[in-house]
């Protein structure tokens, strides 16, 4: 089972972390991994971070440990070192300063469901959204069971300046074009919404670290390697050469050991973002075209449209007829 270290409601900086558990997920979908029973009577209550037990801590989900050899009979002894504040901060610090941070938007309805944009950190410039996407597709294929909504729309986005009222790109340096980060949307029902969105980060925590896994064959640097090679990613492969010479099985292993790094962070899992903190106009605006059959800003309610954009309603909405890429 997994293991969980509590915190307390004072450390902001570390809202949801989430890591393997060797529990089955998949057939869980919609069940409350907080444990309680909360119910959402409108769409006003918003998501809390994190799960919380009856004595106002918060539960933080770690790598996964085994519970074998504790045989109960512990002497009085036990907890003699309960009173080391200092080296549970500093466990805690390690944790956030390890954490993979994705960002999650407030929930906006289309009456029936609801949806929630999440946005992910700055991950290796070499990793295609596309090969992650295509990598786990394939394997709940073959398993006959059903994508996750995480995985399913599962796409990247040009990087905009947070909250940048005239929709400013960042660009890396001499570089002519934007940075772009990883997006997907979250679907779930409005009967109860947290729980359901906690359930899909888990699955999807699980996934992303168990591609990115020491135990995974084809290696993970490997599969990376086999895509690029063979998507004609021409640019990413030469800058890869660049780097790290001409041998591109030394290329793949150098990836592979990175990417095991990158499966061993833990996810932390930021509630409560506005869209317009990381996605251009465009973005925003194919969202509410997609899941909220959204034509004009007339046809946005007031409740998305602060979802959308951090100013609003003191700032002005950008012109809908003139948002493009």
């Known amino acids: 089972m997994a293991e969980i270290i509590f915190t307390s409601h004072d450390d902001k900086s570390l809202t949801s972390i989430l890591s393997n558990s060797r529990r089955s997920d998949d057939s869980d979908n919609g069940s409350n991994i907080s444990g309680s029973d909360e119910r959402q009577n409108d769409d006003e209550n918003e998501l809390e971070s994190g799960s919380e037990n009856g004595d106002g801590m918060k539960a933080v989900f770690v790598k996964g440990k ?47 469901r609801c949806f929630w944009v999440m946005m992910f950190p700055k991950l290796p410039w070499y990793l295609q ?50 940075e772009v980060r990883w997006y997907t949307v979250i679907i779930t029902s409005r009967i109860n919404p947290k729980a359901e969105l906690e359930q899909q980060l888990k699955i999807f925590t699980k996934r992303f670290k168990g591609l ?12 990376c390697m086999t895509y690029l090679l063979n998507s004609g990613s021409d640019k990413i492969t030469d800058g890869l050469k660049k ?16 990417l095991i790094d990158l499966g061993k962070k833990p996810h932390r899992y930021e509630y409560k973002q506005t869209m317009d903190r990381f996605l251009p106009d465009y973005y925003i605006k194919s969202f509410l075209q997609d899941h909220l059959n959204s034509t004009s800003w007339e046809s946005v309610d007031n409740r998305t449209k602060k979802a959308c954009y951090k100013g609003y309603p003191k700032y002005k909405l950008p012109d809908w007829n003139k948002i493009s890429i």
């Not at 780097?243 to 990175?258: C, L, P, V």
């Open 212 to 223: 990115y896994s020491e135990k995974t064959e084809p290696s993970p640097g490997r599969r």
């Open 129 to 178: 959204y596309k090969c992650f996407k295509m990598d786990v597709q394939f394997s709940y294929e073959k398993a006959n069971k059903s994508i996750p909504y995480s995985i399913e729309f599962l796409n990247e986005h040009k990087l905009r300046e947070e909250y940048s009222q005239s929709n400013t790109m960042i660009y890396p340096s001499g570089k002519n074009y934007p």
């Open 66 to 112: 085994s519970d074998t050899g504790d045989d109960d009979s512990d002497d009085d002894n036990f907890f003699a070192n309960a009173e080391d504040q200092e080296e549970q901060k500093k466990r805690i610090q390690e944790m956030n300063e390890n954490a993979l941070v994705f960002y999650v938007c407030h929930h906006v309805t289309d009456g029936e």
């Open 243 to 258: 780097y790290m010479g001409q041998d591109e099985s030394i290329i793949a292993d150098k990836i592979n050991s990175e």
